[in-house]
């Protein structure tokens, strides 16, 4: 079986557990269809949904929220397999997160695609507790890491 290449020049083939790699670029391709489905709803006046979550806020809110969780998440990976910090500046405000957004998300996806080619797949089943206090794996995490910006384009196309 050949290596499957992507755009981003990372092959699943890279990674000594495949189904890290596999989880890698899916959080990179979802995480670039969220900001697509963040500016088409922007640029569409939909107004977001009411409610008392300060992610909800505003649209360069729920933006921060994504870019920022997207980080924590490789942190937290990071940080329960003894890999150094990876290094990504914090989330820019509100006030600036709209103009630093693209820049800001390459970071982040650059970021993510080395510090688990070395990771044996053993390494991804032990249980940590996650910053909200749910056990989890780091597969599991990683798995979370892909939803979570599904969930938010989901809930961006839904409005317009």
Same mark, same amino acid.
């Given at each position: 079986?050949?290596? +499957?290449? *992507?755009?981003?020049?990372?092959?699943?083939? #890279? %990674?000594?557990? *495949?189904?890290?790699?596999?989880?890698?670029?899916?959080?990179?391709?979802?995480?670039?269809? %969220?900001?697509?489905?963040? *500016?088409?709803?922007?640029?569409?006046?939909?107004?977001?949904?009411?409610? #008392?979550?300060?992610?909800?806020?505003?649209?360069?809110?729920?933006?921060?929220?994504?870019? *920022?969780?997207?980080?924590?998440?490789?942190?937290?990976?990071?940080?329960?397999?003894?890999?150094? #910090?990876?290094?990504?500046?914090?989330?820019?405000? +509100?006030?600036?997160?709209?103009?630093?957004?693209?820049?800001?998300?390459?970071?982040?996806?650059? /970021?993510?695609?080395?510090?688990?080619?070395?990771?044996?797949?053993?390494? %991804?089943?032990?249980?940590?507790?996650?910053?909200?206090?749910?056990?989890?794996?780091?597969? /599991?995490?990683?798995?979370?890491?892909?939803?979570?910006?599904?969930?938010?384009?989901?809930?961006?196309?839904?409005?317009?």
């Amino acid at each position: 079986m050949g290596k +499957t290449e *992507r755009p981003n020049g990372v092959s699943v083939a #890279d %990674f000594k557990y *495949r189904g890290a790699g596999v989880l890698v670029n899916l959080h990179e391709r979802e995480m670039r269809r %969220f900001l697509e489905s963040w *500016r088409s709803a922007k640029a569409s006046g939909a107004s977001l949904p009411t409610v #008392d979550d300060p992610d909800y806020a505003c649209y360069e809110a729920l933006l921060r929220h994504v870019l *920022r969780w997207s980080r924590g998440y490789l942190r937290w990976v990071c940080g329960q397999l003894g890999l150094p #910090d990876p290094g990504i500046r914090p989330i820019p405000d +509100t006030v600036t997160i709209e103009a630093e957004a693209a820049s800001c998300l390459e970071e982040i996806l650059e /970021a993510w695609r080395n510090p688990l080619k070395d990771i044996d797949k053993s390494m %991804f089943r032990p249980e940590y507790v996650s910053p909200w206090g749910v056990r989890y794996c780091v597969e /599991a995490m990683l798995e979370h890491a892909v939803m979570h910006p599904v969930r938010h384009r989901y809930q961006l196309e839904e409005l317009i």
